[in-house]
């Protein structure tokens, strides 16, 4: 087994992404999770460009980690002083991380027409830079910018500069396709040729890949299978232009599906989802539903063939069991679906025997999601539409009418109110209750009117509030379609409402999700039913 090094850039390289940015505290809590999981290394930032990075490394000399070292990321010496005398050398110093990456220049186009200092000077910037962290103390990792345009442009310059890496003491070089525009076999030709450069000083290669011809990843692959020995990369791929190589892939292919190869010093891969998700929440960004491995579609089936064959051997539509990654199984029910879908999604209800509720149900479907309903994520809905065309759901509270106004003043100032009459048991209930807006203001009054009777529903609280035009070429008479995600201290669910009034497909998801919320505590606490409610 040769274990591969896993580099992680996602608090310095992954903050140079579009829309993706950490505070100081983010950036402390997701290096304590990379640590956790058994990354390598982390790489905190460059600490010569902004206090928030200074005052990172300082404040991880005193959290203890149990698997990751801490790398600080600065550049090569300027031109025309030592590297004793270069502020950027200096701030590495003064991090106080247990190793220093340096990336410096390998294309000889850059070091002439961008950095614009000969190409010896440029070897001399190198080699002092390396060999004053070396003298510090620092393990140094050199990242070789541009490397494979540089070689494929001035092969003989190329290779100089990482022998110069080398002589000074550098513990790995790092291959950088910094434009991401090298093919798979490319990378392996030249990961190859790097080697037996290197061999003489003993010093191995990795490699860190950018995505813009989409093969990241890919290419961090073909390079492992051509002897490098560290991939540096990011969470979620996020970084520059089209980002990095996505470490979540990449730990997965070489943990679980290539042979041969051990990541995160053989621990368990089934926090990776977890991992993941906390990444985006933290960077308050949306996850990427088709993410490989470990996003929300990654094992979702909707046809119903695929299910009906899923459910007879997994693997005939999963290339790996989803609780490896930390992710699980999901069935979809949708127009497209068949009788295989409902079966896997009612197993609860011991229905599945019933062929005729079965296609009841399918049909009830088709023509919800022919309104505008989609159930993939709303399946609390489908859980209550379930029971009613079983004739199972009795409701535990029944509209009589409401009524939202909104009032503006001169100033602006929004006020919001609703009423509600509802029957509840044998009783009528009329309250009224203000509120950040319709939707807001409808489930206070909800709540005043129920909470009395039904005090489980203090406990549960809105989470998300998606909405979505159906049919946009209606234009403003358009059908409206919100999703609504709720929560208690158990479980997590979703419901759906549709309607060309906005409020009123905010009414129906609302009471959907109150609905669900009292028959799953029914359930959980083995009580009958409600009695019937008053429909006057």
């Not at 990242?143 to 442009?153: P, V």
């Not at 002589?167 to 080697?195: F, W, Y």
């Amino acid at each position: 087994m040769r274990s591969i090094q896993i580099y992680d850039t996602t608090l310095r390289d992954g903050t140079q992404g579009e829309g993706f940015s950490l505070s100081l505290q983010d950036k402390l809590q997701i290096a304590q999770r990379l640590d956790e999981i058994g990354v390598n290394y982390i790489e905190g930032g460059y600490p010569l460009s902004n206090a928030k990075d200074v005052e990172f490394f300082q404040r991880m000399q005193d959290i203890e980690l149990k698997h990751a070292k801490v790398c600080a990321f600065g550049m090569t010496r300027r031109r025309g002083m030592t590297a004793a005398e270069d502020p950027g050398m200096v701030a590495l110093v003064n991090s106080g991380a247990p190793a220093c990456t340096v990336v410096g220049k390998t294309w000889d186009f850059h070091v002439t027409d961008v950095l614009r200092v000969s190409l010896e000077e440029n070897l001399a910037m190198i080699r002092d830079s390396v060999a004053f962290l070396v003298a510090s103390g620092r393990e140094v990792i050199y990242d070789a910018e541009h490397f494979f345009d540089g070689w494929k442009g001035n092969p003989e310059y190329a290779a100089k500069t990482i022998q110069a890496a080398a002589e000074a003491g550098a513990t790995l070089v790092v291959l950088c396709d910094t434009n991401g525009g090298s093919m798979p076999e490319e990378i392996a030709e030249l990961t190859k040729a790097v080697q037996a450069t290197l061999q003489p000083y003993g010093v191995s290669v990795g490699i860190h890949c950018h995505n813009d011809c989409d093969l990241a990843v890919a290419n961090s692959l073909a390079a492992v299978d051509a002897g490098a020995v560290q991939v540096q990369g990011t969470i979620n791929g996020v970084g520059e232009r089209c980002g990095n190589a996505d470490l979540i892939s990449v730990i997965a292919n070489l943990g679980v599906k290539k042979q041969g190869y051990e990541v995160l010093g053989g621990q368990p891969l089934e926090h990776l989802t977890e991992l993941s998700r906390y990444v985006y929440e933290t960077a308050n960004q949306h996850r990427r539903d088709n993410q490989p491995f470990v996003g929300q579609s990654a094992f979702a089936h909707k046809g119903g063939m695929h299910v009906h064959a899923v459910a007879r051997a997994t693997a005939s539509y999963e290339h790996l069991n989803p609780e490896i990654v930390g992710n699980a199984r999901r069935v979809l029910v949708s127009e497209l679906s068949g009788r295989s879908n409902i079966i896997a999604l009612t197993t609860k209800h011991n229905i599945q025997e019933n062929r005729e509720l079965m296609d009841a149900i399918l049909a009830r479907v088709v023509e919800l999601e022919n309104e505008g309903y989609q159930f993939e994520a709303a399946e609390a809905s489908f859980d209550l539409l379930v029971q009613k065309c079983a004739n199972r759901f009795t409701p535990h509270f029944h509209r009589v009418k409401y009524h939202v106004e909104v009032s503006a003043g001169a100033d602006r100032n929004l006020l919001t109110e609703a009423t509600v009459k509802l029957g509840v048991a044998d009783e009528i209930r009329h309250e009224v209750a203000e509120g950040d807006g319709p939707v807001n203001a409808l489930d206070a009054a909800l709540r005043k009117a129920l909470n009395g009777t039904f005090p489980s529903l203090n406990e549960m609280h809105l989470v998300d509030y998606k909405v979505r035009v159906v049919n946009s070429e209606a234009g403003t008479a358009a059908r409206i379609r919100v999703i609504i995600e709720s929560a208690d201290k158990h479980d997590v669910w979703g419901t759906i409402g549709v309607s060309e009034n906005i409020i009123e497909a905010s009414w129906l998801a609302l009471i959907d999700a109150i609905e669900y919320k009292l028959h799953k505590d029914e359930i959980l606490a083995n009580v009958p039913g409600p009695a019937p409610v008053v429909t006057t």
